[in-house]
């Protein structure tokens, strides 16, 4: 989401602070226009009604109505952490590193994952 995509008519998913409860999303709406990656935003329901501050753009997640649609996501990625933790194998991940080390190219797999440009993986491909 761009900052300069917000819209004052709309309502927007605050992530809510890390070591809150509950965890999920605030519903807010936007008040100002976005300055050096904050934007003042008001609260629109709960505790905090009514209440102006000014948070990063980063921290609006989404557009109120598409909030299930991260959650859902969101729960999907744990478990798909869960999954991959279960089936994790040190003698395969240390194969696959070497494989990319032969390459020549700076690429490290941890735990199923790889984090790779676009360029690097089709000059593998």
Same mark, same amino acid.
């Given at each position: 989401m761009y900052a300069g995509d917000l819209d004052p008519t709309k309502f927007y998913a605050l992530r809510h602070p890390a070591g809150l409860?509950?965890?999920g999303m605030i519903k807010v709406?936007?008040?100002s226009a976005p300055r050096k990656q904050k934007i003042?935003?008001?609260y629109v329901e709960g505790d905090l009604e009514g209440l102006e501050e000014w948070v990063t753009t980063r921290s609006l997640i989404c557009e109120w109505g598409g909030r299930t649609r991260i959650h859902r996501d969101e729960q999907r990625e744990r478990e798909l952490a869960a999954a991959s933790a /279960?089936? $994790?194998d040190r003698?395969?991940?240390e194969a696959?590193?070497?494989v990319f080390d032969a390459t020549g190219e700076?690429?490290?797999w941890y735990k199923g994952s790889c984090r790779v440009s676009i360029a690097v993986a089709e000059? /593998? $491909?």
């Open positions: 409860d509950p965890p709406r936007v008040t003042k935003i008001c /279960l089936v $994790w003698a395969l991940e696959i590193n070497t700076d690429i490290c000059r /593998l $491909w």
